[in-house]
């Protein structure tokens, strides 16, 4: 299955955010598929998402729809500082730079990805192109390999 990119996304998949500005724009909206419905945070930075995954995984792309006015333009991405304790302190992985545009925008993500995976990712917005500091976001994808 090596080579083969698969989302890693799904019904097991937990996610946390930092904040909700109120139930209509829930992080549940971040993975539903739906280009009507959107997670969008309260006011403030920084404020992040982040991906509890049901196993180790490989993460390769991920891909982000912001609100354009509302896009998360420096992010960090994280991931655990020891990829077997999803508990434990975060370390930077890799930062993106995002364009201020409601479009789809893809990020690389084959960084240095310990051997035997990581279990959890979380995407940092440091600062937002909304000046209340407010991220929305249509969607989110990570793709990537399942390790068994």
Same mark, same amino acid.
């Given at each position: 299955?090596? @080579? /083969?990119? &698969?989302?890693? &996304?799904?019904?097991?998949? #937990?996610? #946390? !955010?930092?904040?909700?500005?109120?139930?209509?724009?829930?992080? #549940?909206?971040?993975?539903?598929?739906?280009?009507?419905?959107?997670?969008?945070?309260?006011?403030?930075?920084?404020?992040?998402?982040? +991906?509890?995954?049901?196993?180790?995984?490989?993460?390769?792309?991920?891909?982000?729809?912001?609100?354009? @006015?509302?896009? @998360? /333009?420096?992010?960090? !991405?994280? $991931?655990?500082?020891?990829?077997? &304790?999803?508990?434990?302190?975060?370390?930077?992985?890799?930062?993106? +730079?995002?364009?201020?545009?409601?479009? #789809?925008?893809?990020?690389?993500?084959?960084?240095?990805?310990? =051997?035997?995976?990581?279990?959890?990712?979380? +995407? $940092?917005?440091?600062?937002?192109?909304?000046?209340?500091?407010?991220?929305? !976001?249509?969607? $989110?994808? &990570?793709?990537?390999? =399942?390790?068994?």
């Amino acid at each position: 299955m090596e @080579g /083969t990119s &698969i989302s890693l &996304i799904n019904a097991e998949t #937990k996610v #946390k !955010v930092s904040s909700t500005l109120d139930k209509s724009v829930g992080k #549940k909206y971040l993975t539903d598929g739906s280009p009507e419905t959107c997670w969008t945070s309260q006011q403030g930075t920084p404020q992040y998402i982040q +991906f509890n995954f049901p196993g180790p995984v490989i993460p390769k792309q991920v891909s982000i729809t912001f609100q354009g @006015g509302f896009v @998360g /333009t420096r992010c960090v !991405v994280e $991931v655990p500082e020891d990829p077997a &304790i999803v508990q434990s302190s975060w370390k930077t992985f890799t930062e993106i +730079f995002s364009e201020d545009v409601n479009r #789809k925008q893809t990020f690389d993500l084959t960084h240095v990805v310990p =051997v035997q995976g990581i279990q959890a990712l979380r +995407f $940092v917005f440091q600062e937002s192109s909304d000046f209340f500091g407010r991220i929305t !976001v249509y969607d $989110v994808q &990570i793709t990537g390999s =399942v390790l068994s």
